[in-house]
DNA sequence: GCAAAAGTGTTACGAATACACCCATGA
DNA sequence: TCATGGGTGTATTCGTAACACTTTTGC
């Protein structure tokens, strides 16, 4: 084994931002159209270049908020891809990293530059490299992040109504789910606070809104270290 | 934003492996020391650079096998690790790996060289840089594995005893487990055979030896896409 | 014959599912 | 008054957990 750095060849190293957004009703992706060469006018995600003083959860920070003007938003590291010819440019290693935002608090200042556009997620056109393949696993682990733990308040408004947080759920497994069981489990989690104000947008008679209870949230995440088990230890 | 490639800098790529090891008995972990400033003497995982003509998959693999002589070891990718400093000596982002593999079919050939040597998982050294950060993560991740699929395959030989594979789980959750639980549950899976050859190293009655029939696995892991969903749909 | 590990079955409990009606309101 | 979406309760099913004794055999 060599130990010298020096002997190594570096590599470019960028990041990819899957970005989730959620409008009260649908799951949208957000994708820009690339204006230079190669693949010019096709779709991708957003991108930049890791520079030589930040971390790559910083990196990825930057770029969603350079494209976006959005600053703390919920981000979490997806996976590096890495095949030799992944970018005919240059060899390249991309981080990607997903991150879920709220269209309704934020959608004014949005996309309008860079030709960002929001799509549907089940709606998505061609996308350049190995960016559908990115796109696809930060599908599979949203959904199976929201099977484990209450996913969905970083894609929702501080406050927000039952009804709302199933057309996530339902928008997130692309099915649609029953009312009552839905609320039973969800309130059984005890993470949500009901207020006792009424949304009334979307209805005459109105919902009531729920805000999400962080000290609670991390009570239950920590309580099984993060990881249910696949079997319980006997009591002995 | 800027896309002429030039104008970045690139960057060296690590690749670290975090190998947990079964022998029947005890999960451990492979760690080499260091003989080579700085930190020289510390314990380290296995790490090499990534090359041009390689994806970090293959490097990967490349690095595993370069140092233990095994080919085909399962491996996954875990996180890249990209803090500014994590490497005092050039600015170095890693992808780490983790490995399952079988101490019984390989031990002979093992770790005599690089100054190699198996640590039970609960009683590490101190490791360089971000090394324990990422042994930690790799531990819940078996875990979590461990809890949604049968892993386990990967660390026994290709037959095996259900007393061996429930080891294997005590192993990675750190307790101990209902024999008569574990083997309803195991089993129920589906995705092990029956042979009629019988174990008897370790008891005088013997027990009966399993494999794992993979077209079952695959068929098994297929069902869900792969993720339970947190709700079943109704039935409509 | 006894020590040591392998193997086996049943009950009890709790969580997930299926399912249908009333409520409040604005138009 | 009626159309629209919000809200609620229960019976059933199924999976998980708890729990103790018998079997085999080498010594």
Redesign the pocket.
């Known amino acids: 084994m060599d130990y010298s750095y020096s002997e190594h060849k570096q590599c470019y190293v960028a990041l990819d931002c899957i970005i989730f957004g959620f409008d009260r009703k649908d799951l949208k992706l957000l994708l820009i159209k690339r204006n230079f060469e190669p693949r010019k006018g096709d779709w991708s995600l957003m991108g930049g270049f890791l520079e030589s003083d930040e971390s790559l959860d910083e990196a990825a920070s930057r770029i969603l908020s350079s494209l976006t003007g959005l600053k703390d938003i919920y981000l979490e590291q997806l996976k590096g891809f890495g095949k030799v010819d992944r970018d005919p440019v240059a060899r390249t290693i991309s981080v990607a990293y997903y991150a879920l935002i709220n269209l309704n608090d934020h959608d004014k200042n949005l996309l309008p530059e860079f030709g960002a556009k929001w799509f549907p997620i089940d709606e998505l056109p061609n996308l350049i490299f190995d960016h559908e393949e990115m796109v696809s696993l930060a599908k599979a682990r949203l959904r199976h992040k929201a099977s484990n733990q209450p996913v969905g308040f970083e894609l929702l408004p501080d406050t927000f ?4 947080l199933q057309q996530l759920y339902e928008a997130i497994y692309e099915t649609s789910l ?4 839905f ?3 969800i309130l ?1 989690m005890n993470v949500l606070e009901k207020t006792d104000k ?3 947008k ?7 809104l729920y805000k999400f209870d962080e000290d609670k949230y991390s009570e239950q995440k920590n309580k099984n270290g993060g990881t249910k ?1 696949m ?6």
Chains 1, 2 share one sequence.
């Open positions: 109504t039952l009804p709302e029953d009312k009552r069981n609320r039973r489990r059984s009424k949304q009334k979307y209805s005459k008679k109105g919902a009531y088990m079997f319980k230890p006997p009591k002995v």
